[in-house]
């Protein structure tokens, strides 16, 4: 056995061997998924788009979809069984409510909740699909720098997949199956995993948050925040039909790099109609290195940089900003991380004072 214990030679459904780090009973369980729960997590979200000065007609959705959810005399679970038009016949539940519910049923994670929240992180996302663990959640994330599973599904079309260490063309094949089957169960057949906001609005997304911040309206992150310090600013804005959400990266990953004040991550949607999420960072090498980038769709940014060459300034460093997080070793623990404040506070934005 040479020293190893009996967790070191079990295999998952992929065939990724199990360490005591990456068995699934040492993963974090999802958060429950009863119409209670999902309710909460609606009205949740109504409430930090409020205290953040989002869009009131946003506000007015989830809260009135929540109370929807409240009083049904039915499980969410055997009414989505139905699928989306199911869900679509609940009074005040639209396509976009409706995709959220089925996320929240089939992965119990709704990523721009926990973004508002401060607690996004991508490799807990990834985790949900079946056979993917920690470490090869992390693989994925660190390669791709995918944080959605359409973006992890949008990879596997593209054959992106096979860059990451660890994944032959066998289980390349089971997990873009598996990946494919959660998400089936998610969208409507004619949603395009593709159609997202150009680079550039992305981009310009970006620098309007990173000017705007000292003066944004802040959230107290329920991660790596023990103080319960508002520091996280958070912007909601519009580009025509598209409507944004940009918060600065709370992640682990990005406390572990010092890029908690330099990633962006922003979710974007379509009225009933697409979303998704993507991170702006500053390129560290390549022909690129010193400008902003969208991850992932590097490709489209030199594109987008060539084309406007010439018109653009050269980036100008960046200060670090005068609010933050404490510095941490390691994330602290439940019982202080979450305070008695389960959504975290909010303070007005410095041009209200």
Request: aromatic share 4%.
């Amino acid at each position: 056995m040479n020293g190893l214990g009996k967790d070191a030679l079990r295999t998952d459904a992929l065939g990724t061997r199990l360490t005591p780090r990456s068995s699934p009973a040492r993963r974090s369980r999802p958060p429950p998924t009863g119409n209670q729960a999902i309710a909460d997590r609606l009205r949740e979200a109504a409430d930090l788009i409020e205290a953040t000065q989002g869009e009131v007609f946003r506000v007015a959705a989830y809260r009135k979809a929540a109370d929807s959810v409240l009083h049904l005399d039915r499980d969410l679970r055997e009414i989505a069984r139905g699928g989306r038009d199911a869900l679509e016949a609940i009074p005040g539940v639209g396509r976009s409510i409706s995709r959220t519910i089925m996320q929240l049923l089939e992965t119990g994670r709704w990523p721009y909740l926990e973004q508002l929240r401060g607690s996004a992180d991508p490799v807990r996302l990834l985790c949900t699909v079946p056979g993917v663990g920690p470490v090869l959640a992390e693989r994925i994330a660190d390669t791709l720098h995918v944080s959605t599973l359409e973006q992890l599904e949008l990879a596997a079309e593209r054959g992106e997949l096979a860059a990451v260490p660890g994944l032959g063309p066998r289980r390349i094949r089971m997990l873009r199956a598996t990946v494919n089957a959660m998400l089936s169960r998610i969208r409507r057949p004619d949603r395009r995993p593709d159609l997202e906001p150009p680079v550039s609005m992305l981009l310009d997304v970006d620098r309007e948050y990173r000017a705007q911040s000292d003066v944004l309206p802040k959230l107290a992150p329920r991660r790596f925040n023990p103080g319960g310090v508002p520091w996280l600013p958070v912007l909601h804005t519009r580009r025509g039909e598209w409507m944004f959400t940009a918060l600065y990266s709370n992640s682990a990953r990005a406390h572990e790099r010092g890029k908690q004040h330099d990633w962006v991550v922003i979710s974007f949607g379509l009225h009933g109609g697409a979303d998704g999420q993507r991170t702006v960072v500053t390129e560290t090498h390549g022909a690129l290195m010193g400008r902003r980038v969208v991850r992932g769709r590097e490709g489209e940014c030199a594109a987008h940089e060539a084309s406007t060459r010439g018109t653009l300034a050269a980036p100008a460093a960046i200060a670090r900003p005068s609010y933050g997080p404490p510095p941490l070793e390691k994330e602290p623990p439940p019982e202080a991380r979450l305070g008695p404040h389960s959504p975290g506070a909010v303070t007005e934005s410095r041009s209200d004072r």
